[in-house]
């Protein structure tokens, strides 16, 4: 049996999000474990004077940085999204709707692509 296909934008994009809203919560756990984990290590290594064990614990909370990276490039993609949903909205017929639809991609995500 076939799925159903949403009828308006409004729900497909909102089911965009809400996809990428997993991943951005998901990423914030992650961020905040390795911190978290990270910070504790640093401290218990300094405190036993054991340096290569605080290096590492000062390491891992250094991956915090590529995670919120990551975080926030999602979150820029929502509001993208978001964004779109309105211009869809304002189109008055399908050729400004896939002119609407081509230049987000190209603005948002094959500019995301180039910075990587």
Known sequence: ????VPKNAGTVIDKA????????YLLYLIS?????????TLIWGALRNEGLV???????SG???PAFKAAIE???QNVAIR?????LNRAENGTQAADAIQQAFQSVF???DREK
């Open 110 to 112: 094959v500019r995301a």
């Open 63 to 65: 991956l915090l940085f």
């Open 17 to 24: 999000i809400g996809e990428n809203r997993r991943s951005e």
């Open 1 to 4: 049996m076939a799925k159903s």
């Open 54 to 60: 605080a290096l590492a614990g000062g390491i891992s």
């Open 83 to 87: 964004l779109l949903e309105e211009l």
């Open 74 to 76: 999602i979150r820029r």
């Open 32 to 40: 905040c474990t390795i911190v978290s984990i990270g910070g504790f």
